[in-house]
């Protein structure tokens, strides 16, 4: 019952073009949602989240909206750096009146190509 | 000036031994935080903690036992440890029980033999 879905376990991506990394979910209670990059042998860094009372959140290269009717969120990354290359995970969250519980996605290798 | 550490990176052990992860935040956090990832990747909350209470507990073996000395430390002790226990274990740490955003450690690497 994986309730957080990234059905692409890995994209490559030309440097300078769009990145762009899909989230699905199952569970009509998550009311935020969040990416997260990682580095091999690191933890999970918080990359920029979203609320459902919005569609679209922009934080310099990195965008991502949120299609609530779908239950669907995308991450975009414009333009793509070599740097770039990690796992991004997709988390959600919502209040289930036990606290803060984040459910992760299995994540997407991003590989950004010279 | 490390937010989230654990100690240790690596920890190699054998089956039937009891081992501890140890995890600090020095961001003033009042909510901490246990994850387990999997061979397959999976991220899951095992643990939370805020200002040193329980509140979340999910459905892992009481083999696992939390500790919170104060709200800047969630330890972790693993009694009887068992191959399937073998996962990269991360701590995490978040301002307020639902905050959004929370903050990861480099995450511990148990391999139980």
């Known amino acids: 019952d994986q309730q957080v879905k990234q059905n692409s376990p890995s994209l490559s991506v030309q440097e300078g073009r769009i990145s762009i990394l899909n989230c699905d979910y199952t569970?009509?209670?998550?009311?935020?949602f969040l990416w997260y990059k990682k580095y091999p042998a690191e933890g999970p860094t918080f990359l920029i989240s979203i609320s459902s009372i919005k569609d679209k959140n922009e934080d310099g290269r990195f965008t991502v909206f949120l299609n609530k009717s779908a239950k669907h969120l995308s991450l975009h990354i414009v333009p793509s750096q070599p740097g770039d290359s990690a796992v991004y995970f997709c988390?959600?969250?919502?209040?289930?009146?036990?606290?803060?519980?984040?459910?992760f996605g299995t994540g997407t290798r991003l590989q950004v190509t010279l | 000036d490390t937010a989230v550490s654990q100690t240790p990176k690596y920890l190699v052990t054998q089956m039937g031994n009891d081992k501890s992860i140890k995890c600090e935040q020095n961001l003033g956090h009042d909510t901490m935080y246990w994850y387990k990832q999997d061979s397959k990747k999976f991220l899951k909350i095992m643990f939370s903690?805020?200002?040193?209470?329980?509140?979340i507990n999910e459905t892992v073996p009481n083999r696992f036992s939390p500790k919170s000395p104060d709200k800047a430390h969630l330890n972790l002790h693993i009694n009887s440890l068992e191959l399937g226990d073998s996962a990269v274990y991360f701590c995490?740490?978040?301002?307020?029980?639902?905050?959004?955003?929370?903050?990861f450690g480099p995450g511990t690497r148990l391999t139980v033999l």
């Open positions: 569970n009509s209670m998550f009311d935020y």
């Open positions: 903690y805020n200002n040193k209470e329980l509140i």
């Open positions: 995490a740490s978040s301002q307020a029980p639902r905050g959004n955003e929370q903050f």
């Open positions: 988390a959600a969250g919502g209040d289930f009146g036990t606290a803060s519980k984040l459910t």
